[in-house]
Structure formats: C-alpha cells, structure tokens
T-cell receptor, first 114, second 111 residues
Framework: EAGVTQSPTHLIKTRGQQATLRCSPI?????VYWYQQALGLGLQFLLW???????NRGNFPPRFSGRQFPNYSSELNVNALELEDSALYLC?????????????FGNGTRLTVT | GNSVTQMEGPVTLSEEAFLTINCTYT??????LFWYVQYPGEGLQLLLK?????DKGSNKGFEATYRKETTSFHLEKGSVQVSDSAVYFC??????????FGAGTQVVVTP
C-alpha cells in the first residue's frame, strides 16, 4: 500500500511569492491534515480537510489556505511568502475522524523562502 | 487548552541502555495519546498509541502506559539500538482532526 506522498520534496521561493504544496493521501483515507514544522517551533497544526471541506484550522494567517479535491488529494497554498514561512510542511491522512485514528504522515516538503 | 510537555533533548545514551522519555499532558475530556518517531529526513511515523486510562501501547520494544492520575504517557525501551536514534514526539488527540504535539525529544544512541 502506497503511503502519503507529497510533492515537491524541496521548494525554494523568494519573499512575496506564492507556494503550492501537494499531497496524496493513503488510498481510502478521506481526511487530510497539514502541519508546519519550523525550526525551534515544533509541529504546528495548520489545516484539516475531510470530504472536500475545511473542518478545522490552526492559528495561521489567511494567506495560508488550501483545498481538497474529489479524489481526496490536497493542496496547501501560501501567499505573500515571508522568511519565517521557511519550514518543513507535513501532510498526513487518516481513515476517519475519530480522535483515536492515527495519522499517517508523508515525508514533507521543505520550503525555503529567501 | 490542551498541551503536551516533553523532556528536552538531546538524550544521548549507549547501545543497550534503558531509555525513558517523559511526557505529560493537559487536556479536557478523555484524549487519545500517541508517540510518533521521526527519523532523519523523513516524516513522522506512528510508534504506539493508547486510547483510554491504563491502556499500554507497545511496538518495536517501546512501551508507554496512559496514566490519567498523573496525566502522563512516558515512553520506555529496555535496550536501545543505534537505529533508534531519532526524534520522538508525544501527542494527544482531543478535538476533531487535531493532534497536539510536544516539542519533540532527540535521542542519540552511540555504539
């Protein structure tokens, strides 16, 4: 069974640009989560999508947005990039919404903003 | 609000030593608790979980027991290997779709 896949692996952008990150969940998983892992800040919850809808959002500004497609894959968009957006962005999927369903993570997209 | 506190790393120990990583939490209700591991250059992998008080999660020689009275979920392994070198994250799930992670503890095992 293929795991969660993310693309690209690395992304280099300049301040003010937009970045688009992509995620494909495990087959059969309908929930997709995005986390930011910035140096020194740990893992911060960004967004949760399920069945095409945004279900929950972390404490991030509106320039962080995303969507989930009918095939349950997801995009994370970051507009007006700032230097502090440099981080590893992790996508995860789960089989259902129960709080004891574990998340399965991809290997992440390393975003560098210069 | 919910929070997870882990012991700070790095934790450095020799092969075959005993490993303990402390984790305590604050949460309303009855959260599920998890340990995730992140190997260099990779995403997070679920190591073990416990969904109610007194449950013991175990995997690959690692164990953790959900202690409601002390709000703790300490990770232990009796004999570590070099391949156990990684960052370990304690996490709780108490709200729909949201895992709350601790800061992570880096473990370095030397031969």
């Amino acid at each position: 069974e293929a795991g969660v896949t993310q693309s690209p692996t690395h992304l280099i952008k300049t301040r003010g640009q937009q970045a688009t990150l992509r995620c494909s969940p495990i087959s059969g998983h309908t929930s997709v989560y995005w986390y930011q892992q910035a140096l020194g800040l740990g893992l911060q919850f960004l967004l949760w999508y399920d069945e095409g809808e945004e279900r929950n959002r972390g404490n991030f500004p509106p320039r962080f947005s995303g969507r989930q497609f009918p095939n349950y894959s997801s995009e994370l968009n970051v507009n007006a990039l700032e230097l502090e957006d440099s981080a590893l962005y992790l996508c995860a999927s789960s089989l259902d919404q129960r709080n004891n369903s574990p998340l399965h993570f991809g290997n992440g997209t390393r975003l560098t903003v210069t | 609000g919910n929070s997870v506190t882990q012991m700070e790393g790095p934790v450095t120990l020799s092969e075959e030593a005993f490993l303990t990583i402390n984790c305590t939490y604050t949460a309303t209700g009855y959260p599920s608790l998890f340990w995730y591991v992140q190997y260099p250059g990779e995403g997070l992998q679920l190591l073990l979980k416990a969904t109610k008080a007194d449950d013991k999660g175990s995997n690959k020689g690692f164990e953790a027991t959900y202690r409601k009275e002390t709000t703790s979920f300490h990770l232990e392994k009796g004999s570590v290997q070099v391949s156990d070198s990684a960052v370990y994250f304690c996490a709780l799930s108490a709200a729909w779709g949201k895992l709350q992670f601790g800061a992570g503890t880096q473990v370095v095992v030397t031969p």
